[in-house]
């Protein structure tokens, strides 16, 4: 079946401008994360999804960055008033499901990523 | 806070050689210990998962180790090839919490 699909690819937007990112998971996946990327560093964890329950936002950068997810399927990052250390690429991933008590998080299935850049 | 290492930044090896890899980590005590694969443009790719109480997990020509005390992980490749070109990520997970991933080791198989 399909993996995980990221749009748009590519987002150049200009500085103090919004921007949406979109993340369709792998289907019957309850978990959805996403990272962020810069260049030549590691992933940098933002928030995740678990089923139905509240997200962890801990680790987005800053209250500019909010992330939804519409009927435990597709999900949205937004930023906005987007600065030039916001560009990066945007990684989303899905798991079947979230560690639990004597389980490791599932593997994660990451998308292509989005590259934003940010004149 | 947690700290985690991975290798020198890049690391450039010949063909057929074994290629080592390595994962350090402070402040944290990770129950599981996974290692994904990078490719330019790419998202990560699962590769092997090892548990605490493991010391070696094999796949192919993977094989990775896991050493508790010394808070270390390597990820051998055997036999390498100019197609296991790529980043190597690992990454500790804690029953879900603070999954975190490393900053990568860009591995070079030289023909």
Same mark, same amino acid.
């Given at each position: 079946?399909?993996?995980?699909? %990221? ?6 937007? +200009? ?68 600065? %030039? +250390? ?34 | ?11 450039? &090896? ?35 998962? &090892? ?25 051998? &490749? ?34």
């Amino acid at each position: 079946g399909a993996g995980v699909s %990221q749009s748009p690819s590519n987002k150049v937007t +200009e500085k103090g401008k919004d921007v949406e990112l979109r993340c369709d998971p792998i289907s019957g996946h309850t978990a959805l994360y996403w990272y962020r990327q810069s260049l030549g560093q590691g992933l940098e964890f933002l928030i995740y999804f678990q089923g139905n329950s509240a997200p962890d936002k801990s680790g987005l950068p800053s209250d500019r960055f909010s992330a939804e997810r519409t009927g435990g399927s597709v999900s949205t990052l937004t930023i906005q008033r987007t600065q %030039q +250390e916001d560009s990066a690429v945007y990684l989303c991933a899905s798991s079947f499901a979230l560690a639990g008590p004597g389980s490791p998080t599932d593997t994660q299935y990451f998308g292509p990523g989005t590259r934003l850049t940010v004149l | 806070s947690q700290k985690i290492e991975q290798n020198s930044e890049a690391l450039n &090896i010949q063909e057929g050689k074994t290629a080592t890899l390595t994962c350090n980590y402070t402040n944290y005590s990770p129950a599981y210990l996974q290692w994904y694969r990078q490719d330019p443009g790419r998202g990560p790719v699962f590769l092997l998962l &090892i548990r605490e109480n493991e010391k070696e997990k094999r796949k192919e020509r993977l094989k990775v180790t896991f050493d508790t005390t010394l808070k270390q992980s390597l990820f051998h &490749i055997t036999a390498s090839q100019p197609a296991d070109s790529a980043t190597y990520l690992c990454a500790l997970d804690n029953y879900g919490q603070n999954f975190v991933f490393g900053p990568g080791t860009r591995l070079s198989v030289l023909p």
